[in-house]
Nanobody, 116 residues
Framework: QVQLVESGGGLVQPGGSLRLSCAAS????????MNWYRQAPGKEREFVAF????????NYADSVKGRFTISRDNAENTVYLQMNSLKSEDTAVYYC?????????WGQGTQVTVSS
C-alpha cells in the first residue's frame, strides 16, 4: 500500500509558524518527486510546493514564495513544509502528494488554521 500521512497542523496566530510533516511508505520514496497542495473551504485544491527526488530543486506557488520552505529527508522517508509568516489566507487543509502517472496518491490532509 502506498501511504502518505501528514501531521503538524493546528491553530496558529497570524505571523506565526508551523512545520508540517508527511511520512511516506509503500514505495521507493527516494526516487520520487513530492508535492504539497492545499484546499480552503469552497476552493479548488491548489499547488503549494514541489521538491525533486534528491531535494536539489524546489518550486513554490507565488502566494507562498519567500515564506514557505519544502525539504525532505530520504533516510526517514519524510517531506516537510516549514511555514513562516502565516496569514489568514493560508488557512486550508494541506495535502502531501506523490505522482505515479497516470495516478496520484494523497494523504488524508492536516488542517492549518491561521486566526487571532
Amino acid at each position: 500500500q502506498v501511504q502518505l500521512v501528514e501531521s503538524g497542523g493546528g491553530l496558529v496566530q497570524p505571523g506565526g509558524s508551523l512545520r508540517l510533516s508527511c511520512a511516506a511508505s509503500g514505495f521507493t520514496f527516494s526516487i520520487h518527486r513530492m508535492n504539497w497542495y492545499r484546499q480552503a473551504p469552497g476552493k479548488e485544491r491548489e499547488f503549494v510546493a514541489f521538491i525533486s527526488s534528491t531535494g536539489g530543486t524546489t518550486n513554490y506557488a507565488d502566494s507562498v514564495k519567500g515564506r514557505f520552505t519544502i525539504s525532505r529527508d530520504n533516510a526517514e522517508n519524510t517531506v516537510y513544509l516549514q511555514m513562516n509568516s502565516l496569514k489568514s489566507e493560508d488557512t486550508a487543509v494541506y495535502y502531501c502528494n506523490a505522482r505515479f502517472p497516470p495516478s496520484d496518491y494523497w494523504g488524508q490532509g492536516t488542517q492549518v488554521t491561521v486566526s487571532s
